[in-house]
């Protein structure tokens, strides 16, 4: 065939997967609900990251954000150091390259977004365990 057997399974149990997960939602009514806070999620992680790389690296176009945090998804795929150490910054570099942002510029941003967004995972984390704690209570 066209494509291998073993990609087109592998495939076909990736797309079942994901259709397994867009059942559980239930409704219509909460797939939508769904589907904005995801749009509203990555509409400020867009609008945040380009926030950054403008006050760092000057005037961009409103789509370099975006643009950064998709080629972020693509290179944190990559097998990395915990807390995709190394692959966020690559991201980043390689995201912003297109923009002529130079590398120091785009290591400055990386870090800053990095760090940040670590806290917040943590911050997360802590009241994610305090909620259940008192739920347990």
């Known amino acids: 065939g066209v494509v291998s057997a073993r990609l087109a399974t592998r495939v076909v149990d990736i797309i079942a997967s994901f259709l397994d997960g867009i059942a559980l939602l239930g409704d219509a009514r909460r797939i939508a609900a769904f589907v904005a806070l995801t749009i509203a ?3 400020m ?3 945040a990251t380009h926030w950054l790389a403008t006050s ?14 998709s080629v972020v998804v693509f290179a944190i795929m990559a097998p990395a150091a915990p807390g995709f150490l190394g692959t966020f910054e690559l991201g980043f570099r390689l995201g912003l390259a297109p923009f002529a942002v130079t590398a120091s510029t785009a290591a400055v941003v990386a870090l800053i977004s990095h760090s940040v967004t670590l806290v917040l ?3 997360s984390l802590l009241i994610g365990l305090n909620l259940r704690d008192r739920e347990r209570a």
Do not use: M, R, T
């Open 56 to 69: 760092h690296g000057g005037a961009l176009p409103w789509l370099a954000g975006p643009f950064v945090i």
């Open 121 to 123: 995972f943590v911050v």
């Open 41 to 43: 999620y990555w509409s």
């Open 45 to 47: 992680n867009g609008a």
